[in-house]
C-alpha cells in the first residue's frame, strides 16, 4: 500500500530559524555533488543545441541553472521560481559566479505562465520541485506550450512509493548523510508523486511523446 500523498505547499519562504541565504549554503554542501550529476546528464545525455534558452522550474538557490550555464557559456538560462525569497539569492549566487548577464530569474508559478510566449524554450529542466506544484497537469500544460516543438525536457524528482532498496536508504543511510536534514528529505518523499501517478497526469494532457523514467529512488520525464 502507497501511503496518502501528504503535500509540503509550494513556494520556500525564509523561516524564523533559517534565512534562504542560510538555506542556500547547506544545499550547495549537501547537494553540490548530485547537482553535478543532473548537469553531466544534461549536457552528455540530453544535450542542449548551441545558444539553447533554457527554462528551469524551481531552481531554488540556482545551483543547477549557474553551473549549468558555466559549463556552457553559450546557453541562456532562465528560472522561474515561486518564492521570491529564493529568487534574491539566486541571484547573488548567479552574480558571485559570473553568470548572472546570462542566468535570470522570473517570479511565477509552473502553472501559469501567462508572460512567457509559446515555443521559447530549447529545453526545459527542473530538480525537486515537482513535489511542490499544486497542479501538475496545468505545470505539464504550461511547459509543453512553452517548449519549442524541437525542444527537450528533463524534470527529476522523489518518489513516494519507494520500494526496499529506496526505504533502505531513506531510512538507514540517509539520517547520516542528511543529518538535520533529514527531516526535509523525508517530507519530500511524502509530498512526491509517484511514477503512475504521473503517467495519468501526463495522460490526461494529452503529452503522448512524454515519458516516465522511474529508478529505486525517485523518477526522471524526459521526451521520448
Ligand atoms: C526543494 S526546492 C528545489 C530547489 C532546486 N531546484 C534544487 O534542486 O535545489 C523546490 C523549489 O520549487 C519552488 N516552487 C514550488 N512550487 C513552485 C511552482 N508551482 N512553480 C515554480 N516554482 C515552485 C520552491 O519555491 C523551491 O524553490
Do not use: C
Amino acid at each position: 500500500m502507497v501511503k496518502t500523498r501528504v503535500p509540503e505547499g509550494g513556494a520556500i519562504l525564509d523561516q524564523e530559524e533559517m534565512t534562504m541565504e542560510e538555506y542556500s549554503e547547506k544545499m550547495r554542501k549537501m547537494m553540490g555533488f548530485e547537482y553535478r550529476g543532473f548537469i553531466n546528464h544534461i549536457i552528455k545525455n540530453i544535450i542542449p543545441p548551441e545558444n539553447a534558452k533554457v527554462l528551469e522550474i524551481g531552481p531554488g538557490p540556482g545551483w543547477i541553472g549557474i553551473w549549468l550555464a558555466k559549463e556552457r557559456p553559450d546557453i541562456s538560462v532562465e528560472g522561474l521560481e515561486a518564492s521570491p525569497d529564493m529568487i534574491r539569492v539566486a541571484k547573488k549566487n548567479a552574480e558571485a559566479e559570473g553568470v548572472a548577464e546570462r542566468v535570470q530569474y522570473i517570479h511565477g508559478i509552473v502553472e501559469n505562465m501567462e508572460n512567457i510566449s509559446n515555443a521559447t524554450y530549447d529545453l526545459v529542466i527542473s530538480n525537486d520541485s515537482l513535489h511542490h506544484w499544486d497542479d501538475p497537469i496545468k505545470g505539464f500544460l504550461e511547459i509543453a506550450r512553452v517548449m519549442k516543438p524541437s525542444g527537450k525536457l528533463h524534470i527529476e524528482d522523489e518518489r513516494r512509493d519507494l520500494g526496499f532498496r529506496g526505504k533502505f536508504i531513506l531510512y538507514v543511510i540517509g539520517p547520516f548523510i542528511a543529518r538535520k536534514e533529514w527531516k526535509w528529505w523525508k517530507s519530500s518523499v511524502y509530498a512526491s508523486y509517484t511514477p503512475d501517478e504521473i503517467r495519468t497526469f501526463i495522460e490526461q494532457a494529452n503529452l503522448a511523446n512524454w515519458i516516465v523514467k522511474p529508478n529505486f529512488m525517485g523518477i526522471s520525464i524526459e521526451i521520448k
